[in-house]
């Protein structure tokens, strides 16, 4: 199946597709920063660049977009119509990267938790989860 927008449709569309600052990022960073914790955002210097590092504890947080990294609900289930091969190969190298980037991490004495941007409708258990975390 052939992409149904044009060069400039699709060039505009992608253009809003942010890297940074999106709305799960923010609410996720208002719930860490309620919680009394204070980080660092998208460190490079920590290989994977996580969402938020808190250095002094060497722990990390991932916040995963469903659909980008392939999370088991409705939105990372959906497949894109066109261009199937591409998207399977793009989400299977995203998971693979994933992995990846937590051995290292492991392996460097880094511990890391992903939250899911679908878990983020419940703000209560992602704080549970977060401060549980950072605590232990």
């Known amino acids: 199946m052939t992409d149904t927008l044009s060069c400039a449709e699709r060039s505009e569309r992608m253009r809003r597709v942010r890297s940074r600052d999106t709305k799960p990022e923010l609410a996720l960073r208002r719930i860490v920063w309620g ?5 660092r955002k998208n ?3 920590i290989i994977g660049r ?3 590092a808190f250095i002094g504890r060497k722990r990390v947080i991932f916040l995963h977009g469903c659909f980008w990294h392939r999370h088991d ?7 894109p119509k066109s261009r199937i091969d591409f998207w399977q190969r793009k989400f ?3 998971v693979r990267r994933d992995a990846v980037v937590g051995e290292t991490l492991a392996r460097d004495g880094w511990k890391s938790l992903v ?3 679908c878990q983020l409708a419940n703000e209560d258990e992602v704080a549970r989860r977060v401060k549980g975390f ?3």
């Open 35 to 39: 919680l009394g914790f204070r980080y």
């Open 43 to 45: 460190s490079q210097s």
């Open 50 to 52: 996580p969402d938020l």
């Open 73 to 79: 609900c409705r939105a990372g289930r959906r497949v």
């Open 92 to 94: 299977e190298d995203n």
């Open 115 to 117: 939250i899911w941007e």
């Open 134 to 136: 950072l605590d232990a």
